[in-house]
């Protein structure tokens, strides 16, 4: 996912669109870090204060992920979690022109020794994340973790000007992007060196009649079958990023691997491990999950009643 810089209903570049990009995008992007994120405290008190993005949407989440917690504690993550989301769009704009050098200072990456025996033996692997963190950023730079080819799957924007400059921005570092209706193919090509297909999976599906229902943060909650289906129909292992806030601007990615041998699971249970591995994520650090996307946007009763 991408935060929506901009959006058309057709394919074609519009001269608003680089205008806002070479007027103010491009040259916020040449700013330090230490000038952006004052931009994004300046960011933040028009978001929450001014505009209120979705802030029903932020507080209900919240309240209802974390009952125990009281109206003032909720105020406090949806705060906190805002901040953070003027943080991820500061961050996004710094990404077109980030260094190599910017990032290996404020990403770390953590048990890298986890994939290693995978890719010395050739094997390809299924990549589980959410959004928590800077999701962006670490996909921009996993092309730098070394054993698998690494790939992730982005569905491209309406806006074809911004879709290529994203496109371009992902790419730059070593990783690969695979357009979401081409992602088929990948499984059944084949591959010269060991690949790593990274799914960022916790969003509402397409269609919540096929997907996998189960309690996330308290309510059911559909899920897509991607990741699981071509784990189930390769055999390739999953394996799980976490990824930790260390501070403003810099994250730590680790890995774990949560299926070795998906031919012998249960239809299910891969996504029901991915889930434990997301929840455990989100109630360390709650304010760094993006509460400002529609997760719940029907219970299953709504789902299925309209079938």
């Known amino acids: 996912m991408s935060l929506p810089l901009g959006t058309q209903k057709n394919n074609q570049p519009h001269l608003g669109s680089k205008i806002l990009y070479y007027l103010l995008i491009w040259p916020l992007s040449k700013m330090p870090f230490s000038f952006l994120l004052r931009f994004s405290d300046f960011l933040y008190y028009i978001m929450y204060y001014i505009v209120g993005y979705r802030k029903k949407v932020v507080f209900d989440n919240i309240s209802k992920a974390f009952p125990e917690k009281s109206k003032k504690e909720v105020e406090h993550t949806a705060k906190l979690f805002f901040r953070h989301l003027c943080d991820l769009i500061v961050e996004s704009v710094k990404n077109f022109n980030i260094t190599k050098e910017e990032l290996t200072e404020r990403i770390t990456f953590k048990g890298t020794e986890v994939l290693a025996p995978y890719a010395e033996a050739g ?43 994203i496109f371009s921005t ?10 979401v209706k081409e992602v088929k193919d990948y499984f059944e090509k084949k591959h010269d060196h060991p690949i790593g297909i990274s799914f960022i999976a ?23 079958f991607g990741a699981e289906k071509y784990a189930r129909e390769t055999n390739w292992p999953v394996f ?13 990615a680790e890995f774990s691997i949560i299926c070795e041998d998906p031919s012998k699971t249960e239809k299910g249970e891969i996504i029901e491990a991915y889930v434990k591995k997301l929840e455990k994520t989100i109630r360390r650090q709650p304010e760094f999950y993006l509460w400002s996307h529609r997760r719940w946007k029907r219970t299953r009763e709504e789902v299925f009643k309209t079938k």
């Open 123 to 165: 094997q390809h692997l299924i990549g589980t994340a959410g959004h928590c963190g800077g999701w962006e950023v670490i996909s921009v730079f996993m092309g730098s973790v070394k054993g698998h080819d690494h790939h992730g799957i982005v569905k491209p924007l309406a806006n074809k000007f911004f879709s290529d400059l």
């Open 202 to 224: 916790d969003q509402w599906p397409n269609n919540p009649l096929r997907c996998h229902w189960t309690e996330f943060l308290g309510r059911e909650t559909p899920f897509f």
């Open 170 to 179: 992902r790419t730059k570092f070593g990783t690969s992007i695979i357009p």
């Open 240 to 252: 799980y990023i976490d990824v930790i806030k260390t501070k403003r601007g810099s994250y730590t």
